[in-house]
């Protein structure tokens, strides 16, 4: 795994906040980051609370979540919604 001190301040909030993001697939952290699934679960894991970490492990374990690209709905074929800003050069966009 990267070390968290790898990343800076504002790519680590920009991860958790993707990782919360029921619509955000674990593929997009990782095309954006380079950091896989595992990585991020153990990222999750030293970065929140315990009971933050288990309540969002159990809501992207649910079928509610479509954090995973084979879960998802065949229809959804990009990372983001349709009504967000472009992300260019795997940059954050303004706020």
């Known amino acids: 795994m990267k070390d968290t001190l790898e ?11 993707m990782a919360w993001e ?4 674990f593929e997009a952290i990782e095309f954006q980051f380079k950091i ?3 990585d991020v679960i153990r990222l999750m894991r030293s970065n929140l609370k315990e009971s933050s970490f288990k309540r969002w492990r159990k809501r992207v ?7 995973h690209l084979k879960k998802r709905n065949p ?9 967000q800003r472009a ?3 795997n940059k954050i ?3």
């Open 7 to 17: 990343f800076t301040e504002r790519q680590l909030d920009r991860i958790i906040e």
């Open 22 to 25: 029921d619509r955000t697939p």
């Open 36 to 38: 896989p699934e595992k």
């Open 61 to 67: 374990n649910s079928g509610v979540s479509q954090k």
């Open 75 to 83: 229809e959804i074929n990009r990372f983001k919604c349709s009504r």
């Open 87 to 89: 992300i260019s050069g």
């Open 93 to 95: 966009s303004k706020r």
